[in-house]
């Protein structure tokens, strides 16, 4: 079982050390894998008590319906209707998702990237992760 909440918390403290270094292509590849986690951490919290805490698929059935949304964030969102809802609602929000999830490619494909992007983008990238994790986390003390 995968425990998304410990697996966001490592994964921001490895972003802000590879920020702190300058590792900025590896920065964007794990802030991209710190979101996803987040995100799968706020789709478990909405699961009915008695659910167990797994994905849905054709052989494992855990009480609920919610299929893994894989790296893509719009479709965690849309697995979480009320924090898809709110997304919605904030333009700046969308404009930080894309940020982060596509600096350049997809923050997946990130991890075979070797060419460092200049300080603008990585700044901008740098600006939408943070004003993302932020604003996730304040709607995951609301929803």
Same mark, same amino acid.
């Given at each position: 079982m995968e425990d998304y909440q410990g697996v966001f918390l490592e994964r921001h403290k490895d972003t802000e050390t590879l920020c702190q &270094?300058?590792?900025k292509v590896a920065a964007m590849h794990?802030? +991209?894998?710190?979101?996803e986690?987040? =995100? #799968?951490a706020m789709i478990f919290a909405t699961l009915p008590k008695n659910a167990t805490q797994?994905?849905?698929?054709? &052989?494992?059935?855990?009480?609920?319906?919610?299929?893994?949304? +894989?790296?893509?964030?719009?479709?965690? =969102? #849309?697995?979480?209707n009320?924090?898809?809802?709110?997304?919605?609602?904030?333009?700046e929000v969308q404009k930080w998702i894309n940020e982060v999830e596509n600096p350049s490619q997809h923050f997946i494909d990130m991890r075979y990237c070797c060419s460092e992007p200049d300080d603008t983008n990585y700044k901008r990238w740098l600006h939408a992760y943070k004003s993302l994790i932020g604003w996730l986390e304040k709607?995951?003390?609301?929803l």
């Open positions: &270094s300058k590792r794990f802030g +991209g894998v710190t979101i986690c987040l =995100l #799968k797994e994905w849905k698929t054709d &052989s494992n059935n855990p009480g609920h319906t919610i299929t893994n949304p +894989g790296h893509s964030f719009i479709d965690a =969102l #849309k697995r979480h009320r924090l898809y809802y709110r997304v919605q609602q904030f333009p709607q995951a003390t609301q």
